[in-house]
C-alpha cells in the first residue's frame, strides 16, 4: 500500500476540518499550497529543459486565489484580467529573451501551469462564496467536497492495494486498478451519504440521490489524480516535490481537488441559479 498517499489524504481531511471553520486559516492553507504546487511544476518542468518564466507564473498565481478571496471577481471579474496580465508580461518577457527557441513552448507551459494549479484549485474559494445569505453554508459545501474527493483517494488505496488485481491504465499508472476506481466509488457515495448534514437542506436531495453526487465528484477527483500521474509520467517521477514531509509535494495532496473542485462549483452554481 502508498502509506505515504494514505497519510496525505488523512492529514488533506484533517486540514479539511480546520480550514473550513476558519476563513484566514482556509485562505493560508490554500495560497500555501498553491505556490507550492506551482513551485513544483515549474520546477519539473525546467529539469525538462523547457524555458519557462517561473517566477512570474508563481507571482500570478498566487494573486488569483487572493483577488478572489477579498471579493474582487463576483464583480469585476479581477482573476481573467490576472490570467490576462499573465500572458501579456510572459510574451514580453519572451520577446526581451533574444532566442526564439521553444517559445510557443515555454510560453504555453507557464500559462498552463497558472491554470491547472491556481485557477482550478482556486475554485475552492469560489465554492466558500457560495449562498451568501446563508451563514456558513459556504464552506460547509468546501468542506463536503473536500470529504468526498479525499476518501475516494483514501478508498482507492485500500482497496486497490488489497484487492487491485486489474491496472486502471498501466501506461500512466502503473499500480492503479480498476478495482482501486470502484472502491473510490464506493467511498466518496458512503461518505457523502454520512455528510449530508453539510449539504444544503433547501436542496432537497435524498439520500441515494446525494450518494450520486459524491460517486460523480469523486469520480472527478480520479481523473484529476489520472491526469497529474500523467503529467509525473511525462516527468519521469515518482512525486512532484518533497514540500510535505512523508507526504510527497504539494501537487500529490491536492491533484484530485483539482478536477472535482471547478466541476463542484458550476453544479452548485446551476442548481442554486434554478431554485
Known amino acids: 500500500m502508498n502509506r505515504d498517499r494514505l497519510f496525505s489524504s488523512t492529514v488533506m481531511i ?3 476540518f480546520f480550514a473550513v471553520i476558519n476563513d484566514w486559516v482556509f485562505i493560508s492553507v490554500l495560497l500555501l499550497l498553491t505556490v507550492g504546487g506551482l513551485y513544483e511544476f515549474f ?4 529539469k525538462k529543459g523547457i524555458p519557462i518564466y517561473s517566477y512570474t507564473g508563481i507571482a500570478i498565481g498566487a494573486i488569483i486565489p487572493l483577488s478572489i478571496f477579498f471579493k474582487f471577481q463576483p464583480t469585476k471579474g479581477w482573476e481573467l484580467f490576472f490570467i490576462g496580465l499573465a500572458l501579456i508580461m510572459i510574451f514580453i518577457m519572451q520577446l526581451a529573451r533574444k532566442d526564439n527557441s521553444n517559445a510557443i513552448v515555454g510560453i504555453s507551459t507557464t500559462l498552463f501551469g497558472i491554470l491547472y494549479v491556481s485557477w482550478f484549485f482556486s475554485f475552492l474559494i469560489k465554492i466558500r462564496f457560495l449562498m451568501p445569505e446563508v451563514s456558513g453554508a ?11 474527493t479525499k476518501s475516494g483517494d483514501m478508498g482507492a488505496l485500500l482497496i486497490g492495494s488489497y484487492f487491485g488485481k486489474h491496472p486502471l491504465l498501466y501506461r500512466v499508472s502503473p499500480k492503479k486498478t480498476v478495482e482501486g476506481a470502484i472502491g473510490s466509488f464506493a467511498a466518496s457515495a458512503i461518505v457523502a451519504i454520512l455528510a449530508k448534514g453539510l449539504f444544503p437542506a433547501v436542496l432537497g436531495f435524498s439520500f441515494w440521490q446525494i450518494g450520486l453526487v459524491g460517486m460523480f465528484f469523486g469520480g472527478m477527483g480520479q481523473i484529476g489524480d489520472m491526469s497529474e500521474s500523467l503529467i509525473k509520467r511525462d516527468f519521469n517521477v515518482k512525486d512532484s516535490g518533497k514540500m510535505l514531509p512523508a507526504l510527497g509535494g504539494a501537487l500529490d495532496a491536492i491533484d484530485s481537488l483539482l478536477f472535482s473542485a471547478p466541476a463542484f462549483y458550476f453544479y452548485m452554481s446551476h ?5
Not at 43 to 46: A, R
Not at 271 to 275: A, F, G, P, V
Open 43 to 46: 520546477y519539473l518542468v525546467k
Open 271 to 275: 442548481i442554486l441559479n434554478s431554485l
Open 138 to 148: 459556504g464552506m460547509k459545501l468546501v468542506g463536503f467536497l473536500l470529504l468526498i
Open 14 to 16: 484533517l486540514l479539511s
